[in-house]
């Protein structure tokens, strides 16, 4: 499963932003994604996911980002409104399938206060 991430970007606080990530390869193997970040000198964090049915969320997110999927296109988007210098970091996508996790390269968000 390859994943290619994009759609981050410099962006002033309260602002939104849209990040996309498209999967390609073996995807009938994958059973959830999600977004994950890591800021500077921190441990990466889950922001949102999917697995089946559930969604879920890192608590600092909730009610601000919202993570969708488009089947046809093997997308996952994650919407990011009411922005917070906090958020800044490198924000990556993940797979989880049968066969292992997969990760993509990486997309930076900034946000400015």
């Known amino acids: 499963v390859q994943l290619q991430a994009s759609g981050g970007g410099l962006v002033q606080a309260g602002g939104s932003l849209k990040l996309s990530c498209a999967a390609s390869g073996n995807i009938v193997s994958v059973r959830g994604m999600g977004w994950y970040r890591q800021a500077p000198g921190q441990q990466r964090e889950m922001v949102a996911s999917?697995?089946?049915?559930?969604?879920y969320y890192g608590d600092s997110v909730k009610g601000r980002f919202t993570i969708s999927r488009d089947s046809a296109k093997n997308t996952v988007y994650l919407q990011m409104n009411s922005l917070k210098p906090e958020d800044t970091g490198v924000y990556y996508c993940?797979?989880?399938?049968?066969?292992?996790?997969?990760w993509g390269q990486g997309t930076q968000v900034t946000v400015s206060s």
């Open positions: 999917f697995n089946g049915g559930s969604t």
């Open positions: 993940k797979a989880v399938g049968m066969l292992g996790s997969y």
